[in-house]
């Protein structure tokens, strides 16, 4: 069994094979193996809750015509990355990297079942359980990339690049890290994944937004950027909420471990740095649009605390809470600063997606280097750069491969009508929408 291989995780993990330790009792290796896959668990399910915050998030930052299209899209992109991870991704990612680049093209099987008579304790923690906490963590990867491109991409084509980003792209940069591979070797060091999975869903979506092109009437031909609101910021709250709550599953369960005392300890940490940084790019994003535009932005406002907690998740156990909330705050000030930055450059990402995830992912990965002094910037760079260069071309391949063979992008018509109508051929408020009529 492999997982991720984490610096700070090594003491846990010798907690859980029952290993003595200095002050340390040593741990039942039964009771450590049923608490470590507690975590797994619980830690998979909140992040697989977090689909349904991305899910709510697009849907009320897309217009109504658009509102079930995202349903379907959220839905559909979460079950084809379990089946992918499930298919190739896993063993890609972490069986035989062996300090290489990449493991093996097989299925995933589980090394025990319920049916044993015997189960193994010394691996530490249920092979399922692991499973299922990686798989939900490559499903986030792939909710990045459908708010940014929403409202103009056709959805077969989307699926389509869900496949090749679950089920490739994905596995093979994670196994450089997280499986054992020659950025793990070389030091690099990304906790709960700001690069690895946050910076990857923004890469992914960076270049397809500028393969795709900006939605209809965002952009004047004299430069003028016109706003397009959404259907229903109460839903992009709601979706926020549930994410800010689902990060808690994603970083902290990502110490890979709560078969000891200083593990309950170390996640605990965990937690409150979550929580505190998520603040930090809340205030920091609140005062920020107050002081630059006289009005507070709501839509600011909630990706700053989504800025917060991809700012925080590449290492959320060495920081102090001062440290977390400053680093949170940092996230928050950077949405502010590039959501614009993007309109100038026009590039339509429809909910923020690339300045809180590729943004924020990049600098909570060197911010690493200000907390943990076992990593080194240098290393932190090269990580980031590899892992982007990878991402970035094989993502620009993928979306031009499918742009002249089968087309992504939907009719300036269809486009027009919105793709509740012209992809499902129904509306998430059909009393409201163009195909209302009156009874």
């Not at 809180?356 to 992912?361: K, T, Y």
Request: with cysteine; charged share 10%; glycine share 14%.
């Amino acid at each position: 069994m492999k997982t991720r291989l984490l610096t700070t995780g090594l003491l846990a993990a010798l907690f859980a094979l029952g290993t003595t330790v200095p002050a340390q009792a040593a741990v039942d290796p039964e009771v450590a193996y049923i608490l470590n896959s507690l975590l797994f668990l619980i830690g998979g399910f909140l992040v697989m809750w977090m689909a349904a915050g991305f899910c709510m998030l697009e849907a009320g930052l897309v217009r109504t015509k658009n509102v079930a299209t995202m349903c379907v899209k959220n839905v559909g992109l979460y079950a084809l990355a379990g089946i992918l991870y499930f298919l190739v991704g896993y063993n890609l990612m972490y069986e035989g990297v062996d300090g290489g680049f990449i493991g093996s093209f097989s299925l995933w099987g589980a090394s025990e079942t319920a049916a044993n008579e015997a189960i193994n304790v010394e691996g530490g923690y249920s092979s399922a359980s692991d499973w299922f906490f990686q798989m939900v963590f490559v499903a986030t990867a792939a909710s990045i990339v459908s708010g940014t491109v929403a409202e103009r991409i056709k959805m077969f084509p989307f699926f389509a690049f869900v496949i090749i980003l679950t089920g490739i792209i994905y596995p093979i940069q994670g196994a450089w890290t997280w499986g054992a591979g020659w950025l793990s070797e070389m030091g690099f060091s990304d906790f709960a994944g700001s690069t690895i999975v946050h910076s990857v869903g923004g890469w992914a979506a960076l270049t397809g937004a500028i393969i795709l092109g900006a939605r209809k009437g965002k952009y004047g031909l004299n430069g003028q950027v016109r706003p397009i609101p959404g259907s229903s910021l109460t839903l992009a709250t709601l979706g926020t909420f549930i994410l800010w709550l689902g990060w808690f599953g994603f970083n902290g369960a990502s110490q890979l471990a709560l078969g000891s005392a200083i593990d309950a300890v170390a996640v605990s940490q965990i937690f409150a740095n979550t929580n505190m940084a998520a603040a930090g790019g809340v205030v920091a994003s609140l005062c920020l649009t107050k002081l630059f535009y006289n009005k507070v932005d709501l839509t600011m406002v909630l990706n700053g605390a989504l800025a917060g907690l991809v700012s925080i998740t590449a290492e959320p156990l060495t920081p102090t809470i001062g440290q977390a909330i400053l680093i949170g705050a940092v996230g928050g000030a950077l949405v502010v600063f590039v959501v614009p930055l993007l309109d100038k450059l026009k590039i339509d990402d429809v909910v923020g997606a690339i300045p809180v995830h590729l943004v924020c992912g990049i600098w909570g990965t060197l911010a690493v280097v200000l907390t943990n002094d076992g990593a080194s910037l240098l290393n932190q760079l090269i990580g980031i750069s590899a892992i982007g260069a990878f991402v970035g071309i094989t993502s620009a391949i993928a979306w031009l491969g499918l742009k002249y063979t089968v087309g992504i992008r939907m009719s300036e018509e269809d486009e027009h009508k919105g793709g509740d109508l012209a992809e499902l051929g129904m509306e998430a408020y059909p009393e409201f929408g163009t195909g209302s009529q009156k009874i």
